[in-house]
């Protein structure tokens, strides 16, 4: 699976962003995509993600704010981000696992190249 992710940006605290992953290559069925961030200095974290089909998982500093969500018709999964801050400035990694443990990027096969979304205060 190839994944191409888009949207980033610079954005003021308040504004709000859609990233995109495009995926091709390997069948895009039974795939569980998550979003994942790291800020300079900081590891890379868990943002969001969407098994196939079931209860979707999001970082308790987005719940409310982020949304994900995927159209396997166009094996395409978005993240809409509202009233970003400051603190979501990151890179922006899309990822594609067949494990049902989402949250842990180890279990992640197949990354993007990432997006760079940065917010201003």
């Known amino acids: 699976v190839q994944l191409q992710a888009s949207g980033g940006g610079l954005v003021q605290a308040g504004d709000s962003l859609r990233l995109s992953c495009a995926a091709s290559?390997?069948?895009?069925?039974?795939?569980?995509m998550g979003w994942f961030r790291q800020a300079p200095g900081k590891e890379r974290e868990f943002v969001a993600a969407?098994?196939?089909?079931?209860?979707?998982y999001y970082a308790d500093s987005v719940k409310g704010r982020f949304t994900i969500s995927r159209d396997n018709a166009k094996n395409t999964v978005y993240l809409q981000m509202n009233n970003l801050k400051p603190e979501d400035t990151a890179v922006y990694y899309c990822?594609?696992?067949?494990?049902?443990?989402?949250?842990?990027?180890?279990?992640?096969?197949?990354w993007g190249q990432g997006t760079q979304v940065t917010v201003s205060s």
């Open positions: 990822a594609a696992s067949r494990s049902d443990i989402y949250r842990d990027l180890r279990q992640y096969d197949y």
């Open positions: 290559g390997r069948t895009f069925s039974g795939v569980a």
């Open positions: 969407i098994p196939w089909s079931g209860r979707i």
